[in-house]
């Protein structure tokens, strides 16, 4: 659990800077990487849940 609750600390740090960032240089391309990093971030959650439900059957 505690790497889940660093990889969402990390991933908001990551959409603040990006989101500040294009603020700044009204560039889109800061808000294409926020969109990949949210969905790159989203498939890792879905995989660590899918893991987490597996070891939880095995289990009994």
Do not use: E, S
Request: charged share 10%; hydrophobic share 60%.
């Amino acid at each position: 659990m505690p790497i889940i609750r660093l990889t969402i600390t990390l991933v908001f740090i990551a959409v603040f800077v990006l989101g500040a960032t294009y603020l700044l240089t009204r560039n889109p391309k800061y808000l294409v990487y926020i969109k990949q990093l949210l969905k790159c971030t989203g498939w890792a959650f879905i995989i660590l849940f899918v893991l987490y439900l597996i070891t939880r059957v095995i289990r009994f």
